[in-house]
Antibody, heavy 118, light 107 residues
């Protein structure tokens, strides 16, 4: 059973950089899957942030205006998100998720709330 | 990007009733890339349906999905108390992947 676990600071200052890591267990990050970040502002819907393949190939949401960096560490079986120049609008629960062979997000982390505030 | 519009925004029903949730896309979506998720308060979304109509592992058969092109439907045949939640449709056929705004199913 694949499990994903997000970790990182719960509070980030405006204009700073949000940094999160997703540890994968029960499966290899080098499998034939893409690994994504999705966020959800309090009381609102879901927004896809970006994704990475174990080769290091990435894709991200143009709405985030090139503020996203996603990386993978195969030795630690984890991948990471950096979101720069954050504002209060970036306050959200951040989830990591796996894109399964069925072309849908079949495994999710439990989510971590990141608040942007001074 | 493809905009997914879900209706209704809120659906008020009782246990035992049938629920029909709609997802309409701004452009055609390949059925292979249309999914439905259930989300309960404080929890991550859970995959219910992929490929527009295939139930995910462990999902009861009262959940079914249908549709093609720009119109998709999630049907819950007989509501159980645990089915009251928010439901999202999502497409992965065109980048960026997008989600609908959600339908809240309430008692």
């Amino acid at each position: 059973q694949v499990q994903l676990q997000e970790s990182g600071p719960g509070l980030v200052k405006p204009s700073g950089t949000l940094s999160l890591t997703c540890a994968v267990s029960g499966g290899s990050i080098s499998s034939s899957n893409w690994w994504s970040w999705v966020r959800q502002p309090p009381g609102k819907g879901l927004e896809w942030i970006g994704e990475i393949y174990h080769s290091g190939t990435t894709s991200d949401n143009p709405s985030l205006k090139s503020r996203v960096t996603i990386s993978v560490d195969k030795s630690k079986n984890q991948f990471s998100l950096k979101l720069s120049s954050v504002t209060a609008a970036d306050t959200a629960v951040y989830y990591c998720a796996r894109l399964g062979v069925v072309m849908a997000f079949d495994y999710w982390g439990q989510g971590t709330l990141v608040t942007v505030s001074s | 990007e493809i905009v997914l519009t879900q209706s209704p925004g809120t659906l008020s029903l009782s246990p035992g009733e049938r629920a029909t949730l709609s997802c309409r896309a701004s452009q055609s979506v390949s059925s292979s890339y249309l999914a439905w998720y259930q989300q309960k308060p404080g929890q991550a979304p859970r995959l219910l349906i992929s490929g527009a109509s295939s139930r995910a592992t462990g999902i009861p058969d009262r959940f079914s999905g249908s549709g093609s092109g720009t119109d998709f439907t999630l049907t819950i045949s007989r509501l159980e108390p645990e089915d009251f939640a928010v439901y999202y449709c999502q497409q992965y056929g065109s980048s960026p992947p997008t989600f609908g705004q959600g339908t809240k199913l309430e008692i």
